[in-house]
């Protein structure tokens, strides 16, 4: 048990690691040079820059508000898959090449895609639908703190997030959700057959 929660704690770490320290270093890059056309998923156009943005558009975001509430999302939605999951960095491997995937797939033509909401949307989908479909209790506490916490604003802000509007990604967002439903029943199928 001991050594679980040690292993478990330097999960977060390194985690939050990954994911915040590249993504604000590219914030304050971007500041000096437009990082976002380099990082950006330019969807259904066949480059390497798209390869490279569809795993890692995530990095790269317009302005400080958009970067500040990608990073609020993410601090509480990484928290519980990382101590749920017993493979995290995997985890978070597929919903971050699946949502980059989709929105390359689902983008309007002649838009560019970035910021961390595509992997925010995958995250709270994979919660949401491994609760609902494979019956994980223990995404019943990451859901009920979520409501107490941020109340339903915290909720009713990922259904915004899921109408078309100008210079709001749709594509990254719903692409995200699909990408948590698409694990999770990957997931269940795999699990049934063993």
Known sequence: MKLLLKEKLISLVLIYGIIFIPMWIMFFIGRIIPVEHFLGIEPRTFQFKELFGIFFSWLAHYNLMHITN???????????VIIFERKPYHLLISLIGLSGFLTWLLGGNNTLHFGASGLVFAIFSYITSSLLLNKRVEYLIPIAFFGLYYGVAYFTSFAQGLVPTQFISFAAHFGGLISGIIVVLIQKKIKRQI
């Open 70 to 80: 990608n990073s609020i999302m993410l601090l509480g939605l990484l928290c519980p």
